[in-house]
């Protein structure tokens, strides 16, 4: 996963533990969950958020490369929608596709 090419790019927010996000930092090679485009319909797509050595932590806002399992579903519904949903048993965070 180290050297993936991303299929897309996004900034990604993860929301702070007091706003229902992680309560700890992502790991600092890759994250892997679920991505949704829609709060109300639990139906996504399986993606690897690349961090190359530097974890994701609860509140950070940052510019990411993310790999999907089935890129050829995701990406245009990703890139039609322009924001999505981190999800982790809840909402952990969300993100905004950079064209």
């Known amino acids: 996963m180290k050297d993936a090419s991303p299929d897309l790019v996004a900034?990604?927010?993860?929301?702070?533990?007091?706003?229902?996000?992680r309560k700890g930092p992502t790991a600092s090679e890759?994250?892997?969950?679920?991505v949704m485009i829609s709060k109300d319909k639990l139906s996504g797509w399986d993606c690897r958020i690349l961090l190359?050595?530097?974890p994701l932590r609860p509140g950070d806002t940052r510019r990411v490369g993310m790999v999907?399992?089935?890129?050829d579903q995701a990406i245009p519904l990703l890139r039609a929608a322009g924001k999505f949903y981190?999800?982790?048993g809840h909402f952990i965070g969300e993100g905004t596709v950079v064209p």
């Open 86 to 88: 981190l999800w982790e």
């Open 30 to 34: 890759w994250f892997g969950c679920p």
């Open 52 to 54: 190359n050595g530097t």
């Open 68 to 71: 999907f399992l089935s890129p």
């Open 11 to 21: 900034d990604v927010t993860l929301y702070s533990t007091d706003n229902g996000g």
